[in-house]
């Protein structure tokens, strides 16, 4: 049982003073670490930053320990729940001891160090006062904003370097030949830039339905987030990533469901105009997206195929063996068939193996040569986020961080903005781009975690932070 603390004590416990100084800090060490976490070349800078930002986390995380033991707290026991098990899993029911230790000393180390750090960031957030979150806003969402910024730098130096008898190093540059040093893959980019397209949509969203006419600053506000959001979907359109574009519309499209939802506080040539124009340059991404993967014709008709595993095992030997025709007589599309037939193996080696096998990377490709010992060893990830997870830390590891994940996006109600919106808007992200997208691998894994704490920290009080700050600047 709990003991209970006396009244001056549950006070003082209830009403945590976290420094501006060290928010400050806590900030900027987000910040600079969100830019360069997706940068190899900057690996023991990023080290540097997550072990720095974790212990400077310890201290708003021992400040706000009065909380822990309610009902708020539910999703930091899951994730603290999905870290035990995974060590758990590495003692008692592990395939493969030595890949296992080495992926707790890689994967889940960062992991655990972005975990704490961003739980202690989203608490020292939470307690802000309304004049303290606008100013500390914009650092958080600079910081977010930095991966897209850097790729457009790198962009203009790719394509316009040579115009400008510029010599940029390679580092400073598009990388995509996948056997560079400086190459980034495409998963990370979707990662790490769809959960800030979602927070512009989502700061939008909530600039246009607080008030029923929009001022210059407001305005300025919007013009910003959708120069993100666009940057965003050009970052995408270059990458070539088809989850990333079409995510993105289905982010804009809820955007706009929830826009509507509120139509009464907005004007009608507001509604008219941001509609119109919304949906004329998304669709023309889709459209001009769509002309340059000519997969999208045959998924329908490469998915029944992909989808007949012992007549086309094709998809055992990764491209080996060459690939089947399809109903129109047609060679499969690589993708469409790979992924469908390697999603549908995924569902039969879970619900054979409900624990699962004990690795972030690579559980799928092991658990297909113990099945099928011909498989190629090229082969890796079924490509869905949630079911590789499910295959690496089984049924009781998922539940565990999807848990938390949907009890953090549903407690984002009782906060204040704008942490509000990012929790939703970010975890709605998240949820989505681990369906289809292969990023079960150490830089996204470690992504997903630290949003999810992040939100685990900003959710856990609620409004009692938000209720004390505003008592204690009555009675001044």
């Known amino acids: 049982m709990i003991p209970r603390l006396n009244s001056s004590a549950n006070t003082l416990a209830k009403n945590p003073k976290i420094p501006n100084a060290l928010v400050w800090m806590q900030c900027v060490i987000f910040a600079m670490l969100y830019a360069v976490w997706m940068l190899y070349e900057l690996l023991y800078l990023r080290r540097i930053l997550l072990i720095t930002g974790a212990l400077l986390a310890l201290y708003p995380i021992y400040q706000c320990r009065a909380y822990f033991f309610q009902k708020r707290a539910i999703p930091l026991w899951l994730m603290l729940g999905f870290f035990f098990w995974a060590l758990f899993h590495l003692l008692f029911l592990t395939h493969d001891y030595p890949a296992q230790l080495m992926e707790l000393r890689r994967i889940w180390k960062y992991a655990g160090l972005g975990a704490i750090l961003a739980f202690g960031l989203g ?12 100013f500390f806003w914009p650092v958080i969402y600079m910081g977010m904003s930095l991966p897209v910024l850097i790729y457009l730098l790198k962009y203009c130096f790719t394509t316009y370097a040579s115009y400008w008898d510029l010599h940029p190093l390679a580092y400073m540059q598009i990388n995509f030949n996948d056997q560079s040093a400086y190459y980034i893959p495409k998963t990370d980019y979707i990662a790490f830039c769809l959960p800030v397209l979602a927070i512009s ?220 919106s990012t929790v939703f808007w970010a975890l709605i992200a998240n949820l989505m781009l681990w369906i289809t997208t292969e990023v079960a691998a150490t830089t996204s894994f470690s992504c997903l975690i630290f949003w999810i704490s992040l939100s685990c920290g900003l959710t856990l009080m609620g409004g009692d932070q938000v209720k004390a700050n505003q008592g204690l600047n009555n009675e001044k």
């Not at 608490?123 to 606008?134: C, E, H, K, M, N």
Request: proline share 3%.
């Open 123 to 134: 608490l020292s957030l939470a307690g802000l006062g309304s004049q303290q979150r606008t």
């Open 201 to 420: 949509l989502g700061q939008i969203h909530r600039s246009l339905t607080k008030k029923l006419r929009i001022h210059f600053k407001q305005s300025s506000e919007i013009l910003l987030y959708l120069i993100l959001v666009f940057s965003t979907l050009f970052l995408f359109y270059v990458q070539n990533t088809k989850n990333g574009i079409i995510y993105a519309t289905l982010l804009i499209a809820l955007f706009f469901a929830l826009l509507l939802r509120n139509a009464s506080l907005l004007k009608f040539w507001h509604k008219t105009f941001l509609f119109i124009l919304a949906v004329f340059i998304s669709l023309n991404f889709l459209y001009l997206h769509i002309q340059k993967n000519d997969s999208w014709r045959t998924l329908i008709a490469d998915t029944k195929v992909a989808f007949q595993l012992e007549q086309y095992p094709h998809w055992k030997y990764a491209g080996e063996h060459g690939y089947p025709n399809n109903e129109y007589g047609e060679v499969v599309s690589i993708t469409n068939y790979d992924r469908a037939a390697w999603f549908k193996v995924g569902l039969q080696l879970a619900a054979n193996n409900p624990m699962g096998y004990g690795l972030v990377e690579d559980s799928f490709k092991r658990m297909v040569k113990s099945r099928w010992p011909e498989a190629s060893p090229k082969l890796s990830h079924s490509h869905s986020g949630w079911l590789d997870l499910i295959l690496g830390v089984g049924v009781p590891g998922f539940f565990c961080i999807f848990g938390a994940l949907l009890l953090s996006i549903r407690q984002a109600d009782g906060i204040v903005e704008p942490w509000r």
